[in-house]
């Protein structure tokens, strides 16, 4: 890939904070995971667990990304948490909200490399606006009441 592409520096500076946002993600992750209790532990810790292998692959992916086109991957990480919620449901909460603030990142690449005629970058943004909205999806339907099929929170559409 050329390296004088358009948009070069700032798709570099969208995939870092992708990067970064992606580590806070791995560390929110494990944290939830670590903050489980009562029946329902043994299932949710698990779920926690591949959130957070997944959200560094997603980091990884990210940081393949800013060297295949030349920039420098950061080694910052976004912000971590504030609260202390323990909740279940809180927990859910806020990891919808962390996901959400992901797509909207990815959606920012995607009109970058929209306008640097980046196929490649293009592609791997919608293809993880995908994988987020599937995982906000699983996140919302745990958010339901058993038997509720209407969303618990009204996000865009997938
Ligand atoms: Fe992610």
Do not use: C
């Amino acid at each position: 890939m050329k390296t004088d592409m358009p948009n070069r520096e700032p798709i570099i500076a969208a995939l870092n904070r992708i990067l970064e946002h992606e580590m806070a993600g791995v560390v929110r992750y494990t944290h939830y995971s670590l903050m489980v209790f009562g029946f329902s532990r043994i299932p949710v810790v698990n779920w926690f667990r591949s959130a957070a292998s997944e959200t560094l692959a997603h980091a990884v992916a990210a940081g393949e990304m800013i060297t295949l086109i030349g920039g420098y991957p950061s080694l910052g990480i976004g912000p971590l948490l504030e609260t202390h919620h323990h909740d279940l449901r809180e927990m859910l909460r806020e990891s919808m909200d962390f996901e959400i603030q992901g797509v909207d990142l990815y959606k920012q690449l995607l009109r970058l490399a929209e306008d640097a005629g980046s196929i490649t970058i293009e592609e791997y943004a919608r293809q993880k606006i995908a994988e987020e909205a599937m995982h906000i999806g699983d996140i919302d339907k745990m958010l339901r009441r058993p038997g509720n099929i209407t969303q618990a929170v009204k996000t865009e559409a997938p």
